[in-house]
T-cell receptor, first 112, second 114 residues
Framework: DAKTTQPPSMDCAEGRAANLPCNHS???????VYWYRQIHSQGPQYIIH???NNETNEMASLIITEDRKSSTLILPHATLRDTAVYYC?????????????FGQGTRLTINP | SAVISQKPSRDICQRGTSLTIQCQVD?????MFWYRQQPGQSLTLIAT?????????ESGFVIDKFPISRPNLTFSTLTVSNMSPEDSSIYLC???????????FGQGTRLTVV
């Protein structure tokens, strides 16, 4: 089972920052938080990941709370092309292998 | 990044038949995975493809229905056997290069069983 909880849908205005929350209250100390997005009919696209420090790359920023029980993905200037389903995933270690177990994700709609 | 080629990209198959999906990566990877995405749903992990040994299946998936091969570090196949309309889904290959690195996904194979 997925270890994350996300709102099923969100809306954001074009040009504004999109802040997508994720709860992962049962995360273990060595488990990373990953974010992916899936644009309709395409394979999931990697966005960013982190352990406990905030991370930033050319796509987004990831803010992880100090207790690591939740995180927020920030798209600083959302565009229409950012409309997608966003998945917050805790990468778990199962039978010696790291696996991505997907939850239901948040359907983000960017409005003009 | 990794360039992943999945073939076929889509297919329409008759029930009772089998389809083999191929996943080719442009460079060696540590791990390869197969996922299923049913219509309107999230991704579900089917199995981990292990090089030179039997795949490791997740709960609810069995080798007889979804046989997997991984002969080397850049190639894997997933077969959907004895198909029924309930097998209509997108099947995705995913690869990982190393520990705690990102996974990359193929574009998927859209399967329709009639």
């Amino acid at each position: 089972d997925a270890k994350t909880t996300q709102p099923p849908s969100m809306d954001c205005a074009e040009g504004r920052a999109a802040n997508l929350p994720c709860n992962h209250s049962t995360i273990s100390g060595n488990e990373y938080v990953y974010w992916y997005r899936q644009i309709h009919s395409q394979g999931p696209q990697y966005i960013i990941h982190g352990l406990k420090n905030n991370e930033t790359n050319e796509m987004a920023s990831l803010i992880i709370t100090e207790d690591r029980k939740s995180s927020t993905l920030i798209l600083p200037h959302a565009t229409l092309r950012d409309t997608a389903v966003y998945y917050c995933i805790v990468r778990v270690l199962i039978q010696g292998a790291q696996k991505l177990v997907f939850g239901q994700g948040t359907r983000l709609t960017i409005n003009p | 990044s990794a360039v992943i080629s999945q073939k076929p990209s889509r297919d329409i198959c008759q029930r009772g038949t089998s389809l083999t999906i191929q996943c080719q990566v442009d460079s060696q990877v540590t791990m390869m995975f197969w996922y299923r995405q049913q219509p309107g749903q999230s991704l579900t992990l089917i199995a981990t493809a292990n090089q030179g040994s039997e795949a490791t299946y997740e709960s609810g998936f069995v080798i007889d229905k979804f046989p997997i091969s991984r002969p080397n570090l850049t190639f894997s196949t997933l077969t959907v056997s004895n198909m029924s309309p309930e097998d209509s889904s997108i099947y995705l290959c995913s690869v990982v290069r190393g520990w705690n690195t990102e996974a990359f996904f193929g574009q998927g194979t859209r399967l329709t069983v009639v």
